[in-house]
Nanobody
Framework: QVQVVESGGGLVQAGGSLRLSCAASGLSFSNYAMGWFRQAPGEERTFVAR????????GYADSVKGRFTISRDNAKNTVYLQMNSLKPEDTAVYYCAAATRYSTIATTYDYWGQGTQVTVSS
């Protein structure tokens, strides 16, 4: 069965950095585009970053552009989200997901992780 598992969340000070990891199993990892989404309490789940199957193209939400970097290591079946210059408004549960297409739309993703909490204090 397919499993997608995020890790690396935690509590950080504003201006700090954090790296999230997402390990996938039970699927042909290199055949999937991957994405990161986040959801704060009482808010809609929103797109954060995406990456193509080979990692050659990436895309970001305007709110994180220049601060966050998505990458992947297909040999390890793992995708990463490096988060720098963190702001309190980045506080959310962060989700990793796999899709057959390179997309910003949550409903186009086929498999989802359980999420990892990121809290940024001011």
């Amino acid at each position: 069965q397919v499993q997608v598992v995020e890790s690396g969340g935690g509590l950080v000070q504003a201006g700090g950095s954090l790296r999230l990891s997402c390990a996938a199993s039970g699927l042909s990892f290199s055949n999937y585009a991957m994405g990161w989404f986040r959801q704060a309490p009482g808010e809609e789940r929103t797109f954060v970053a995406r990456i193509t199957r080979s990692g050659g193209i990436t895309g970001y939400a305007d709110s994180v552009k220049g601060r966050f970097t998505i990458s992947r290591d297909n040999a390890k079946n793992t995708v990463y989200l490096q988060m720098n210059s963190l702001k309190p408004e980045d506080t959310a549960v962060y989700y990793c997901a796999a899709a057959t297409r390179y997309s910003t739309i949550a409903t186009t993703y086929d498999y989802w992780g359980q999420g990892t909490q990121v809290t940024v204090s001011s």
